[in-house]
Structure formats: C-alpha cells, structure tokens
C-alpha cells in the first residue's frame, strides 16, 4: 500500500501530520469498528473487520512514511560535522595515503614544502584556529572534543569522524526523538486494538490459513474410586466436592407458601390458588389470620350447638353475659343412647368446601362477635347510658352463613374489626409480634 | 372482581400498642397501615383509650426501608455523587499538586467545596422525602383502609355464591 492510497483511505491530504492521521482514523473507527456492530450478520462483521483493518493498514502506512520523512529531514538539516582538529588533519597530511595523496602530474613541488608554504612557524595548530580572532577560548572546545572520541585522533581512522547514531562527537544539536516503536502487525492477537473474537474464527479476515482453533478445555482428571490412595490432591485443580450451603433453610411460619425455602423472599414455589377447590383445606374461609379460638374444626356431621355436639356453643369473645353450659354438662339421653360420642379426630372429614356447604344455619363460629349485642371497635356512644341501636346483621362473621342474608358493609366492617383485636391479659407475657398464621 | 392486593412484606410501619390495649393482628396492621385512631378510640370495649400524643406508627427497620427504596433512589444517589465529587477532587487536589506542583490542579478545590455542598443537600432531600413519604401514608391510610374493606366485603358477598 502506498502513502497514497492510504491517505485517500484514511481520507487525509498527503502531507497530513501525525494527529490529523489520528483524528481521521478515529472518527472513520467509530463508524466501521466491529464492536459497533453488536447483533449484525457474520457477513457484516466480516465487512467490518476487512474495513478496520484496511484502515489501520493505511494509517501504519502513513506513520512509516511520516518516520521516514523526519528521518530524512533530520538527516538533511543535521549539522555538518565538524571539521576535524588540527592534529588529526595534518596526520593524514604528513603520511599521505597513496589514493588521497596522488599528486598531480603537473605538480612537482614536495608535499611538505606545500604545507610548510601554508603555515610556517605554527607546529600543531591549524591555519584557520591561528587565525581565528576570537582566541583561544573560542577554539578549545573544538579542540578538546578529539580527547572524548580518540577514535578521531589516533587509530586507523584517525581524522575521520563515523557517522553512527551514537557518535557524540557529531552529535551537536537537539537529542532526536527515538524512533517509534515497534508496531506489531496489525492482527496480531496481542493488540488491544483488535475487537476480541470469537473462538475459531480467523485472526486475519484477509488471510483463511489463519483459522485458529478454539482452545480445548481440559477436563478435570477424575479420581479413581477403586484406588484411592491415586486420587489426585485436591490441591491441584482436581474436582472439589460442591460447596456445601451453610444457611439454614428459612422457615417462614407466616407463610407456609414460603416454608422450607432457602431465603426469605424465594418465590421460586408458586403459591397455591386460593380460588382452587382443592385447595380449601389450605384456607380455611379463606381467613389468613383466624382468631385464637377458632383452632379447632367445627364437625358437619354433628349440629353444632346442638345437645348431643361435642362442639360447646359459640361465646362472643367479648361478650359479658354468662357463658352458655357446655353441651357434654348437659344431660342427653338421646346420644347416650346412640353410643359413644365418635372422636372427631376418628371421622373421615369431607372436603372443606363440602364441609361449608352442610354447615347449618345457626352455626357461629366461636370467637366471632354478635354485632348488635356488643358493638365493638366502635366510637364510645355519646350518652353513655345508652346501648347501640342493634344491627339487623346478626353475626359478624364473613362467609360463614351461605344460608342467610349477606350483612351489610358497615356490620361486615365492625365484625371484621372486632376478630382482629387479642385480648390483652394482664400479668400475661408481653405480647409476641402478630404472625400470620401458618 | 379483584381481591385484595398482597400484602407488602415486611410491613412498612409497625404498629406500637398503647398500654393496657389489646394485640391487633397481622391483618388488621397491615389494613390499617398509618391510619391514625381519633382520640377516645377504643378497640374494645372497656379499654382505656390511648394517652394523648400516643404515636400508633412508626417505621419499620427492613420495611420501611423496602417500601421507600423506589422515592429515595435518586436522593441517595445524589448523596453519592456529593460523597465522589468530594473525593475526587480532594484526590486530584492533592496529589496532582504532589506529583507536578502544577498550580492548575487547585481547580479543582471547587469541588472539594461542591461536594459536601451536594451531600448536604441531598442528605436534607432525602430526610425531607422520608418525612413526606410517611405524611403521605398518614394521609391515604384511610383511603386505602377504606378499598381493603371494600374488597373483603366484596369478597365476603362473593362466597354467598352466585347472585340468583
């Protein structure tokens, strides 16, 4: 490529300088380099990677060129070496070289009678530092510098200065620039300006015999279960049991959709449909918080309430009245005549969406509050004396009578209010933060 | 119809009982989350009403900090720009005078000065957002009380089977 073609491919005028090349080769990068090209075709990387090349070729090319022309400026404009001192000089006067020495035919003097013509009287000193008017101040470091290169003064080469880089004896001006540093071709792998490719495809797009293989993985060397004592130390690279997780599996009691899980927020489990059928035993009326009191489970085989029940009779929580006898304090000839109460923990219980629908319609739920006989979670009554108006909404419990009438908002709302509220007993152990229930 | 949205865990407030009241539970805190009970509110019967200036609602340690994550991000990171600027320029003050005693580098003690200034001022943003965060919470807890109920009895009317 000539430093032509390559300044009409980086776009610059011939003689562009060092930073106009970069400037040019920078903005033509951000248009045509790989890595801009995230998502494009393997043809258009391909295109890409030959037009970043080309351009990093060409701007190499004019780099080159700009050495080679300040080589060649510093080598014109250098100064003239010195003229050699005097000693040096009249050496190869004195013992002429044949070649140097041939005399013209027509000459017939002797050498020395010409260079005794010239300076007669002066021994060791040139004729030109004898008559420079500036003194010998001005002449001696001319003629202390053969003393740093005595190459110059004595030996074969005496008088004659070389002309190598490093010659400090012809060194007078400036300290030149060292050169510019290698450049490595422009695929090698090591350059950071080259975009990383991906493994087997060829470093060099112009060039298809440089496929390079992807690197092969070893795979760690497996012991030997028959012989252990060949097992490799695990000290050197071979397979380490899996790390063992030391945090211990989260229990979340307040949510059993999360229970067992490793942390707290995993949500990798779906939680269960609430809406689902088969899934009513999980929820119970679909309450997340039951009341203390509602532990156990009402029997739908037996009239809740009814003499003959194990179940005692539901007592407003808050209720001041007497509480109601338990139905296994009542005499009943009736289901002693029957047998045995069967254990409710005996029976097959059905499915509790069965189990809501053969509920009776008295049935209340212990724990949940007769909202017209005591108004709970209410304002006090601005005359103290008198009660609140009884409700028509019986009882306060959601969902819990299908056979009845729904209540209305404001009784649903004091209901509500009234289960969410744990007694407080004095002289009791401080109460625990509220948890769901599990 | 939809029910009632999930609940935020953990809970941005946590409920402080006044003495001698009764424990609400988990439901009823979460429902009722920054509502404020007007004075002489009883949540029964026979109980002593709160002392007056009794604060219900404070902000919980995790909670709050997870419910208010999403306002205070900018803020924080302008704290953290404040905190950079500082160090940054305190470093190129510093050490660019050390290594070249170039006298262009106290420039950049303007930033040494901005950067507390930033910090400061996004220290009292982020404060002053807390704050209005929580007034805001106060200020709707009623509001959102008030769906929460609407919703269970919406879904209290729905377990009375279909309408006939």
Known sequence: ??????????????????????????????????DLLAGASAETLAAATTEFVRMSTARDVLYGELDRV????????????????????????QNPAPTSTAAPSGQTGPPSSRAGSTAPGTPGGSPAAAADPRGAEAREPQQQRPAENPQAQFGPRAGWTTRGPDDPYIRRGPVPPPPSPVRRTPM?????????????TPSNPLDPSSFQYPPVQQHPQAPDPQNPA????PQYGAPLPLPIDRRRAFVDRRDPDRAGLPYPNDRR????????????????????SPHPDAFYRADPQQELGAPGSEVPPARPRHSTGPQAPSPS??????????GPPVQPDQRQRPPAHEERRKRPASFVPPGFVPVGSAPTGSMPATTPGVPAPPTVGTVGLPGADPQASPMSFADFVLARDA????????NALPPTPPRRAG | MADAPPLPDPLPLEFQRPPRWPTPTLDWVAGNQGWEPPSGWTPVPGCSPAPPGWVFWTRSEEGWARFAEENLAPAKRSLWIGVGVFVAGLLLTVLGLAATHNALFLVFVAAIVAGPILTIRAGSRLKEIDDGLLDRVRALAPQYKHTLQRLAYNKYLRSFGPLS
Do not use: C
Not at chain 1, 70 to 93: F, S
Not at chain 1, 329 to 338: A, I, L, R, V
Not at chain 1, 419 to 426: C, D, M
């Open chain 1, 1 to 34: 490529m000539t430093p032509e073609i390559a300044a009409g491919i980086l776009n610059v005028p011939a003689g562009a300088s060092r930073s106009e090349i970069d400037k040019q080769f920078r903005k033509q990068a951000r248009a045509h380099h790989p």
């Open chain 1, 70 to 93: 300040a080589a060649l400026i510093q080598k014109t404009d250098a100064p003239r070496p010195p003229r050699a001192p005097a000693a040096a000089r009249q050496a190869p006067a």
């Open chain 1, 188 to 200: 090698d792998p090591r350059d950071s300006r080259i975009p990383r490719q991906a493994p087997g």
């Open chain 1, 230 to 233: 060949a097992r490799p130390n």
């Open chain 1, 269 to 288: 489990r779906a939680p269960a449909d609430r809406r689902d059928p088969r899934n009513a035993d999980n929820f119970p009326e679909n309450r997340r």
């Open chain 1, 329 to 338: 304090q009542q005499p009943d000839p009736q289901s002693s005549q029957q």
């Open chain 1, 419 to 426: 289960q969410a509220w744990i007694p407080y007993v004095e």
